[in-house]
């Protein structure tokens, strides 16, 4: 039981796996890192002026088609940002997924903002269109100052669709549902930077096929986990050049000149540093590697649990390509004959690191006061849900060990 033990204990997300220990999912570092890194140090450029910002910018925006990039320290910082650009404010409302990374929900609330949660579709996990639908219609009532939940009284003002575990969100729907409301669309795309939204084709821009290519604001993250890193870092993109001057201005402390330091109103720190966009730029030389060696993980997954009833791994739509950030299953206790926390045990004594889904964020403390709708889906999805590795790096031999043991778990 010892060495159990000690192999569980270092299972923090986020830290590096010890030998021996197959991650959730850990950083890739095998390219320019090193060199670009080394080059920042050498001409004493480290802190947030320095070249690498200004083309870790640049590159991120031409891969997604934006106009404008801003980098920022970390995803949950461009998430704020967004949201003070946005104007969401104090007593508004912003609809987002109530299965998400807490990130999501406390980026409305640092605005004093509260978010709505509603419910996630079982097939592809994402926010549940035609229950958004409904509480545009059913719950919200319309009057010259726009739209007001009638159940809480406050304004309901964005709706922030949060791409999850690399699958888009089916997004022409909620566009158009913004634009009918007159909402802002602030995407949450921190998990599935390289995943592609192929629906309609025809009838819509080709340039918003990238995921993230920002129809109104969109939002990263280059956390450790993420599918590239920068160690923490973020980015907010758009296509109007105002929001992202403003958003630009409020993340460095709304400087309005820098000689006599004159601030007109209260800013943030929060621009990301040289040595972080250097990393940054020698991960995004590498990121279409990175989403095709996860799409090859999710394909050994697909083929290594075909006949074992009772797991099932993430789906993919027809209209979309997911990156398999995270190859989350779902175990079905009856079916498989035993639930996904005793499998997580069981994974965890073979030292295979795996993590359930999200709280549901609804049932957390912070949001007590929020109004949550129809979730039904989500409460599901967070008893079955397992992710499982899904590190870039991850060897066939390991990935071979983690299928193995959840076959043998289970009842085949
Ligand atoms: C990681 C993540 C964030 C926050 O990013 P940080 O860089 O960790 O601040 C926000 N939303 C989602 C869905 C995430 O997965």
């Known amino acids: 039981m010892s060495d159990i033990r000690s192999a569980s204990t270092p299972f923090k997300p986020g830290a590096p796996a010890p030998k021996g220990i197959i991650p959730l999912c850990a950083p890739e570092i095998r390219g320019n890192e090193w060199k670009y890194i080394k080059e920042c140090l050498d001409t004493n450029w480290v802190s947030s002026a320095g070249s690498f910002v200004g083309r870790f910018e640049r590159m991120v925006a031409d ?3 934006a106009g404008y990039a801003v980098a920022t320290v970390n995803g949950t910082s461009a998430l704020h940002l967004a949201m003070l650009v946005a104007g969401v404010g104090f007593d ?14 406390n980026a409305v609330s640092y605005t004093g903002a509260r978010p709505v949660f509603i419910d996630v579709d079982p097939d592809y996990r994402q926010i549940d269109i035609e229950k958004t639908a409904d509480f545009l219609k059913k719950e919200c009532r319309r009057d010259d100052a726009g739209l007001q939940n009638k ?39 921190a998990e599935s930077l390289g995943a592609k939204y192929l629906k309609d084709r025809g009838s819509i821009n080709e340039a918003w096929s990238a995921v993230g290519a920002p129809r109104d604001i969109s939002c990263l993250s280059f956390n450790g986990n993420k ?5 923490g870092g973020g980015m907010l993109l758009t296509n109007d050049e105002a929001v992202a001057r403003r958003a630009r201005y409020l993340s460095t402390q709304a400087k309005d000149e ?24 020698a991960q995004m030389e590498s990121l279409d590697k990175y989403v095709g060696a996860k799409r090859g993980i999710a394909e050994r997954y697909r083929e290594g649990f075909d006949d074992v009833d009772g797991i099932s791994p993430p789906a993919e739509a027809d209209w979309a390509k997911s990156t398999f950030w995270l190859n989350t299953v779902l175990v079905d206790r009856q079916v498989f004959g035993m639930d996904s926390r005793a499998l997580l045990a069981k994974l965890r004594e073979a030292a295979i690191e795996t ?34 590795p899904s590190s870039v790096g991850l060897g066939e031999k390991e990935q071979a060990k983690v299928i193995g043991v959840i076959r043998n778990a289970g009842r085949v």
């Not at 575990?165 to 089916?170: A, E, I, Q, R, T």
């Not at 599918?227 to 160690?231: A, N």
């Open 258 to 281: 820098s000689e006599e330091l004159i601030h007109s109103e209260v800013g943030y720190n929060y621009r990301l540093t040289n040595i972080q966009a250097a990393m940054g730029v």
């Open 92 to 105: 508004d409302e912003v609809l987002l997924p109530a299965l998400t990374f807490v990130a999501s929900a």
């Open 63 to 65: 891969y997604l088609g």
């Open 227 to 231: 599918i590239i890193t920068t160690g």
């Open 355 to 388: 993590r359930p889904f999200w709280q549901p964020l609804h049932t957390l403390k912070p949001f007590a006061d929020c109004f949550a709708y129809r979730i039904e889906a989500v409460n599901r999805l967070h008893r079955d849900g397992l992710s499982l």
């Open 151 to 189: 159940t809480t009284g406050r304004r309901v003002k964005a709706i922030m669709p949060v791409h999850l575990l690399g699958h888009p969100v089916d997004l022409d729907p909620l566009i158009e549902m913004a634009e009918a409301y007159n909402l802002r669309v602030i995407e949450d795309n």
